[in-house]
């Protein structure tokens, strides 16, 4: 059974740019939640959606949006990209309730 | 939401115990803990989570205190594959958001 994946796994932007990152959650979870990790801290809660819907938002500007698509996959947004934006963005999956959640391994986003 | 904190670094060496403490002295009820560790920028890989009493997997033990303000995770026979960073996180009450903090570095020495 495949495991959260991610695409891309790497990618390099420009400022001001824009980019859109993809998960795709383990089979018959519906929830989704994303969080980016700059170099040397843990990971920040970004968005959580269940069911096609916004669950809960992280101290994020409004450049960072997201969205679940009726397969249960996301997109992750940002726009106008800024340096400090270079990070590791990762993708959790999981049922609904004191259940575990699963990782992706990430896409690492280098903004020059 | 529970605010964990932990060492930010913790020695042991290849085949012993390895103990790495949590604080969670604001935790509810209800609130799960959960134990997550991330090698060298992979995605974090869950181990164990439990709410009141101890639990073991075939990849550790969990100690929790009876006051639930503190937890234990435990891995028997440290291996050098075992060196990242470890996370002990207390997910929101009434959504899945992970607070992640700054974790413990384990680092196994042969």
């Known amino acids: 059974d495949a495991g959260v994946t991610q695409s891309p796994t790497h990618l390099i932007k420009t400022r001001g740019q824009h980019v859109t990152l993809r998960c795709s959650p383990i089979?018959?979870?519906?929830?989704v939640s994303w969080y980016q990790q700059v170099l040397g801290q843990g990971p920040q809660f970004i968005f959580q959606?269940?069911?096609?819907?916004?669950?809960g938002r992280g101290n994020f500007p409004d450049r960072f949006s997201a969205r679940q698509f009726p397969n249960y996959s996301s997109e992750l947004n940002v726009n106008a990209l800024l340096l400090g934006d270079s990070a590791l963005y990762l993708c959790a999956s999981s049922f609904p309730g004191n259940t575990e959640a699963f990782f992706g391994q990430g896409t690492r986003l280098t903004v020059v | 939401d529970a605010k964990t904190t932990q060492p930010p670094s913790m020695d042991c060496a290849e085949g012993r115990a390895a103990n790495l403490p949590c604080n969670h002295s604001?935790?509810?009820?209800?609130?799960?803990v959960y134990w997550y560790r991330q090698i060298h920028s992979q995605g974090p890989q869950y181990i164990i989570h439990g709410l009141k009493n101890n639990e073991t997997n075939e990849m550790a033990s969990l100690i929790i205190t009876e006051d639930r303000k503190s937890s234990t995770l435990i891995l028997p026979h440290a291996t050098l594959r075992d060196t990242a960073v470890y996370y002990c996180i207390a997910p929101g009450r009434f959504d899945r958001r992970f607070y992640f903090g700054s974790g413990t570095k384990l680092n196994v020495k042969p």
């Open positions: 959606y269940y069911e096609k819907e916004e669950r």
């Open positions: 089979s018959g979870h519906k929830s």
């Open positions: 604001t935790i509810s009820g209800n609130e799960y």
